[in-house]
Nanobody, 125 residues
Framework: QVQLIESGGGLVQPGGSLRLSCAPSGRTFSSGAMYWFRQSPGQEREFVASINLSGERQYYADFVKGRFSISRDNAENTVYLQMNSLKPEDAGLYLC??????????????????WGKGTLVTVSS
């Protein structure tokens, strides 16, 4: 069973930056499109960013455009989420996920086939 493992979360002040990572554990991971979601207590899981298999195409939720950047290193089987200019409302559990396809309309959690357990981001002074 493939498991995705996120890391890089933590406490940061407003305006600060964090870099999240996501890598598979277990058996060889069949690469696909990768996604970041986030979830706050009492809130539904929401799409943050996605990247296609080659890494050439990315898509972002409006509320992170210009502040977050998704990238991937296929040689290392790792996807990253660089988060800059963090705001208190960016706090939450950040989860990475894999899907077999990528597209600007593909952002529903139920489409993902593998998930990590998340890494917690806290934005507070």
């Amino acid at each position: 069973q493939v498991q995705l493992i996120e890391s890089g979360g933590g406490l940061v002040q407003p305006g600060g930056s964090l870099r999240l990572s996501c890598a598979p554990s277990g058996r060889t991971f069949s690469s696909g499109a990768m996604y970041w979601f986030r979830q706050s207590p009492g809130q539904e899981r929401e799409f943050v960013a996605s990247i296609n298999l080659s890494g050439e195409r990315q898509y972002y939720a409006d509320f992170v455009k210009g502040r977050f950047s998704i990238s991937r290193d296929n040689a290392e089987n790792t996807v990253y989420l660089q988060m800059n200019s963090l705001k208190p409302e960016d706090a939450g559990l950040y989860l990475c996920a894999r899907a077999g396809t990528w597209g600007t309309t593909i952002m529903r959690p139920e489409i993902m086939d593998y998930w990590g357990k998340g890494t917690l981001v806290t934005v507070s002074s």
